[in-house]
């Protein structure tokens, strides 16, 4: 699904992610990568090929869009150095085309200088035109501008006949703010408040729907 932000042309993929044509730009928000192996370390009993699905998700989009761009936006690792590290080095030296940017996450404790050496550059921030790319959302977004953001895991419940219901990740508009659905297959989702949105994009298993 194409949709326009301040004048610009993003396209919204039902694989919880976002693509900005002009630019070759994949954006992705809230992978979490580490987190099974993290919960594992502390006597949480996840299985250990939980997340690998993760890793699969990612080398199929980037494979899929042949992006020339990643923004992280934030929460790529969900703790400290463990030995998901590696697994996920692998993966960045596959496409050494990409310039990967992170953009940091409260989750992200890993060292900047630990993505560098992997060729990740690390911001707080970035500024584009009318777009500034955050984690979280800013508390004052300036005049003009929209801020595109993770963090909150949006999602939506829908409602049927007999007591039926479903939740599903969505990508959540407000005036100034559009937020991601997390990548992670080991997230959960926040319900969204569907009377605040301006718009709300269902993410279903093969397409993205207005709602």
């Known amino acids: ?21 002009d630019e ?13 192996t993290h919960f594992r370390k502390h006597g949480i009993a996840i299985p250990a090929q939980a997340q690998q699905g993760d890793y699969d998700n990612l080398r199929s989009i980037l494979n ?3 992006p020339e761009k990643v923004y992280f936006l934030g929460d ?5 150095f463990n030995g998901d590290w590696h697994l996920f080095c692998d ?12 953009v940091k996450g409260n989750h992200d404790l890993i060292n900047k200088q630990m993505f560098e050496e992997v060729c990740i550059a690390v911001e707080d921030i970035i500024e584009d035109g009318p777009l500034v790319y955050t984690h979280a959302p800013l508390k004052e977004v300036p005049e003009g501008k929209v801020n595109i953001v993770g963090h909150i895991h949006p999602g939506v419940v829908l409602s049927g006949m007999g007591r039926q219901s479903v939740k599903l990740p ?3 508009r407000e005036e100034q703010l559009f937020i991601l659905p997390a990548f992670g297959v080991l997230t959960g989702l926040y319900s969204m408040d569907v009377r605040q949105a301006n718009a709300i994009y269902l993410v ?8």
Do not use: W
């Open 1 to 21: 699904m194409t949709i326009d932000i301040g004048g610009e042309e993003l396209v919204l993929l039902y694989q919880k992610a976002l693509y900005k044509p």
């Open 204 to 211: 279903l298993s093969d397409s993205v729907r207005r709602l």
């Open 91 to 102: 993966l960045i030296k596959e496409y050494p085309n990409i310039q990967f940017t992170l």
């Open 24 to 36: 070759k730009l994949l954006v992705i928000a809230d992978v979490h990568l580490g987190k099974a």
């Open 64 to 66: 899929e869009v042949q």
């Open 76 to 80: 790529l690792f969900h703790s400290d």
């Open 170 to 172: 969505c990508f959540y």
